[in-house]
């Protein structure tokens, strides 16, 4: 089957009205998966492959004045993965950061440390103590502290840095109600035996925390949940290898069923933007330390780890817009894409100016399908680099890439939502920032093409109803914080 | 012997570290002696024992040139003692 191969379906086809309320400038992306193993170095870490990033105004009730944030990392975990299941990297530093002027450096910080906690369980074998293979030798919950069973559970630290991240002020965010600064991080949602509902299990697990400086509690949720992305994988990368003018729906969402690790932080507008400055610029990173040496002779009796590691934080994943790494950034630079700083997103200016992705899909559907002649792609620079005039560009924006809020949008609960996003004239959705019901493989795909540029003789393809022929939306997910949905159990019984 | 040619491996690198803290170029200069190239088993160490911190930059290895066989044992990439100080 080849795309495009209703020619008259394209030229004619509608879409839907470009409604950016107020946005004088048009906005293209360009790419079809978000980041999952999006460059060659990150597939031999999975752990700290951050794959997916959102940013939105809050939509659960009486919390209109948040800003939720959530960074997946540890993408593609086949649930019954066992006895180890998919814990954090504890040599890694997971951090979220802010800019909230525009100058494309990050004002705060959100780093996350993840703790193993071992309770080395053991049965009497023959008058011997021999310690158990598995990571849970009976059930687990319903409340938190219920990991008596557990052999080895996760809690985690979080920090809230102002300035630089690595020589800012570094403080502890803390439970709100305990006081603490050590969270816990539910265990993964291995079997209906294991933990009996996981649901209210994992709820026990979203804390009140209190941000340093921050008068009104914010909330913090680590854990486990359902892929959030959809898309039609293996057939895109297979050369397009789908109709992307079929139903929305007409394919296999092929990671759906699979897991991620979600780290998710609900935090007041307030505490976020600086001065009158309404738009937020946000993305996630992670660190590993530079060196590692592995060890030929793990001891546990006497602390010796399988490897050590040592060394300064080094950046290893970077993720704020969907799908940039993955389409946009030429493959010899994704590894260096994932180790940048937005400040320095000027050596990468060529990729958007110039994309290749659409010039690929005019080669693969050679007479059907035409890039948009528009050179340099001035859309794709404000989409990415500066957000869009008139909805979320700063007013002191330095060019870099990240995912941008306008804080001053108000949230649509999840029925009002169109999953198009700006594209269906829902401003507070993607691309002004970024909410698990936008459909953001379909949206790019069209805008790859053209649709927003106004003019036809430039973008012929402007109007085509791409899609990869998947979809999703917001009433899929909760209307709570974390949103995301409860991860497939290991087991099915 | 061994020990102090790790000592002195280390102690070069520091000075790099150093060096580069204070503007100045880290290229080449966690060498050995005898020519322009960095030990790597005794970088690796350096890195470890003494760059371990949450305010720490990375430090830049494009400009240098690793030997896989210099350090206690010339000639030999079989040094199973090279990393005892921080295993």
Not at chain 1, 147 to 174: C, E, F, H, K
Not at chain 1, 177 to 186: C, D, E, L, W, Y
């Amino acid at each position: 089957m080849t795309i495009f191969h209703h020619k008259k379906n394209l030229i004619a086809a509608t879409i839907t009205t470009l409604a950016l309320g107020g946005i004088s400038t048009l906005v293209t992306t360009t790419a079809l998966a978000s980041s999952h193993r999006e460059a060659p170095f990150i597939t031999s870490m999975p752990k700290v492959d951050g794959s997916d990033f959102y940013m939105f105004r809050s939509y659960e009730t009486d919390r209109e004045n948040f800003i939720t944030l959530v960074a997946n990392y540890y993408p593609l975990q086949a649930a019954y993965g066992g006895p180890n299941y998919f814990d954090m990297e504890t040599d890694a530093l997971y951090q979220i950061h802010i800019d909230n002027n525009g100058d494309a450096v990050e004002d705060i910080t959100y780093s996350f440390r993840f703790q193993d906690v071992v309770n080395d369980l053991q049965l009497n074998i023959g008058g011997e103590q021999v310690s158990v293979p598995l990571k849970n030798i009976g059930p687990i919950g319903p409340d938190t502290t219920d990991t008596d069973n557990v052999y080895v559970r996760q809690t985690y630290t979080l920090d809230q840095i102002l300035g630089d991240r690595r020589t800012g002020g570094s403080t502890a965010v803390v439970n709100t109600a305990s006081g603490s600064s050590t969270f816990r991080k539910p265990m993964d949602n291995i079997g209906n035996k294991s933990i009996s509902n996981y649901s209210d299990y994992a709820k026990t697990h979203i804390y009140n925390m209190t941000v340093p400086g921050c008068a009104t509690a914010g909330k913090v949720f680590v854990g486990q949940r359902d892929e959030s992305f959809a898309v039609n994988l293996g057939e895109v990368f297979d050369l397009v290898n789908t109709n992307p003018l079929g139903p929305v729906d007409g394919e296999s969402n092929v990671i759906a069923g699979t897991n991620v690790l979600s780290i998710a932080l609900e935090v007041p507008i307030t505490c976020l933007t600086q001065g009158s400055e309404d738009v937020i610029g946000a993305w996630t990173t992670a660190s590993i330390r530079q060196a590692s040496v592995i060890n030929p002779f793990p001891d546990a009796d006497n602390n010796k780890a399988a490897s050590v590691k040592g060394g300064a934080w080094t950046q290893v994943s970077r993720l704020g817009m969907p799908l940039v790494n993955e389409l946009v950034i030429g493959l010899k630079d994704k590894d260096s894409f994932n180790a940048s700083e937005p400040m320095n997103d000027g050596q990468f200016a060529t990729y958007v100016t110039n994309p290749t992705f659409p010039m690929l899909l005019e080669i693969l559907f050679e007479g059907i399908a035409v890039a948009p002649n528009l050179y340099p792609r001035t859309d794709l620079v404000e989409t990415f680099l500066t957000g869009l005039t008139g909805l979320n560009q700063p007013a002191n924006v330095v060019g870099s890439e990240m995912l941008r809020l306008n804080t001053s949008i108000d949230a649509k609960p999840a029925a009002s939502q169109n999953n198009l996003g700006a594209l269906g004239a829902d401003t507070s959705g993607f691309p002004n920032g970024r909410r698990p019901g936008d459909d953001v493989v379909d949206i790019v795909l069209r805008v790859a093409m053209g649709a927003l540029i106004p003019d036809a003789t430039i973008a012929p393809n402007r109007t085509a109803p791409l899609t990869d022929g998947t979809t999703l939306n917001a009433t899929e997910f909760s209307n709570e914080f974390p949103y995301l949905r409860v991860p497939t159990a290991g087991s099915i019984n | 012997m061994k020990n102090m040619m790790k000592i002195k491996y280390v102690s070069l690198f520091v000075a790099s570290v150093l060096l580069s803290a204070c503007g100045g170029s880290n290229s080449n200069s966690t060498t050995s002696v005898d020519d322009d190239t960095t030990d790597f088993n005794s970088f690796v160490v350096g890195l470890i024992q003494n760059q371990t911190s949450d305010t720490a930059e990375p430090v830049d290895i494009n400009n240098l040139v690793f030997e896989f066989e210099a350090g206690a044992n010339p000639g030999v990439n079989e040094d199973e003692t090279a990393f005892d100080a921080i295993l």
